[in-house]
């Protein structure tokens, strides 16, 4: 899958799903509506812990069996 191409190391990932929606059945669909489902629910769990959108992120509680299971998603998403 190339979507590197249209995601930049740079960017956040809440604009690059809102890039990727429009796109979902037509010709230049990177990702299926499964795949946006998938990465909304990442980004979500990871918001918990980013300065911008938890203004109390150093006090989040880290759930070690959680955090692994969003670990092990990450990588079997973009292994594929």
């Known amino acids: ?8 190391s740079v960017a956040l ?17 990177t990702f299926s509506q499964v795949d946006i489902y998938k990465l909304r629910a990442l980004k979500d769990y990871c918001n918990n812990f980013h300065h911008d959108t938890n203004l109390a992120w150093q006090t989040e509680a ?19």
């Open 62 to 80: 880290i759930n070690s069996q959680e955090l692994t299971g969003f670990c092990q998603r990450v990588l079997a998403f973009v292994r594929r």
């Open 1 to 8: 899958m190339l979507f590197w191409r249209t995601f930049p």
């Open 13 to 29: 990932i809440g604009p690059f799903i809102g890039r990727c929606v429009p796109w979902v059945g037509g010709a230049n669909q």
